[in-house]
């Protein structure tokens, strides 16, 4: 009862904000992402009856509080779906900095969720594993089914699912050039505080018309109305989440640096739209042909890489397991 499996963190296009149920992780409204690589979290999981407790290391060190509370939502799901009740031992890498902003508890949940349903012997489709996934982070539902993703809300397993959105556009041309800025962020927090900002009811209020107008500019191969969506939300977003009780500033001079580089770019007719998740890094959203020059125009203010998008989790060769 062992298994290895792999995920792509997010970039998210239109975010979702707040929960309805903190939970079972259940939104407020539907969210689209795509998933980035060759970033990636591979996990290998094993059930074990011997073994006295739950074991979870990732990149090698021993998770413990909320952490291993986030990780226990996911493996218990799993046992009670499975009818198991053995321990298990989990173990993940990131092939990428993690709590930057850059989609990291997406992939590792969705690696975990596959790599479990695997060793439980769930004969689950992805759709059904994103429910499992989505305990651990509600993003980790898109990035269990991958590539342009939906997240349906919901009150329940049946809706609240991930599920792979058709595109119109060569997904293979999409280049999404990150500006690394280090900075921690504490994105679950801010989700239980969004309700408390005067800014997110009017989000409610134009979210599910940006949400099909996402939809329709996607499946159009509309490069440039996608991903203006995508930059817009994110000051949305933001905006939201500096308004909190908390009054959380995520970006950083960098940050506010690319965009300006971002908007330049366009000036000069390059297809760059700059977008932010919870946190101070940035995603430019271009084509193969620019990626170079967006790159050169940021590489000042951050470090970057130059990602593709990313496929579905998927379960590994057992050669591949990490213990």
């Known amino acids: 009862m062992k298994a290895t499996a792999r995920a792509h963190p997010i970039q998210g296009i239109v975010k979702y904000h707040g929960m309805r149920d903190h939970d079972l992780r259940l939104p407020y409204h539907d969210s689209i992402s795509v998933c980035t690589a060759p970033s990636n979290t591979t996990t290998t999981v094993a059930f074990d009856p011997d073994l006295a407790e739950d074991t979870y290391v990732v990149d090698g060190e021993d998770l413990s509080g909320h952490g291993a509370d986030r990780v226990r939502s996911v493996v218990d799901e799993v046992r009670e779906r499975a009818g198991i009740d053995d321990r298990v031992r989990l173990e993940s890498e990131n092939s990428f900095r993690t709590n930057v902003g850059l989609g990291s508890s997406a992939s590792g949940f969705a690696a975990a969720a ?15 594993i994103s429910t499992i996934a989505r305990r651990g982070s509600a993003s980790a539902a898109r990035a269990t089914t991958g590539g342009f993703s939906i997240l349906y809300d919901g009150m329940n397993d049946r809706d609240c699912h991930g599920e792979r959105l058709d595109t119109g556009f060569d997904e293979d041309d999409l280049r999404i050039v990150i500006g690394m800025v280090p900075a921690y962020k504490e994105t679950e927090a801010a989700h239980r505080e969004a309700e408390s900002s005067h800014m997110f009811r009017a989000r409610l209020a134009h979210i599910h018309e940006q949400i099909a107008e996402a939809k329709d500019a996607l499946r159009a191969g509309e490069f440039d109305r996608t991903f203006e969506l995508g ?34 770019l366009r000036e000069e007719g390059v297809p760059a739209y700059f977008s932010t998740d919870t946190g101070a890094s940035v995603y430019v959203n271009t084509t193969a042909e620019h ?15 130059i990602w593709e998008v990313g496929g579905p989790a998927r379960v590994l060769d057992p050669a591949e397991a990490l213990f």
Do not use: C, Q
């Open 114 to 128: 596959t790599a479990l349903a695997e060793a439980a012997g769930l004969d689950h489709s992805l759709p059904e």
């Open 231 to 264: 930059e817009h939300d994110s000051l949305s977003l933001a905006a939201t989440t500096m308004t909190g009780e908390a009054g959380w500033v995520y970006w950083k001079p960098a940050t506010l640096a690319i965009f300006d580089a971002v908007r330049d």
């Open 291 to 305: 990626a170079e020059r967006v790159e050169e125009a940021i590489a000042e203010y951050a470090d970057t890489r």
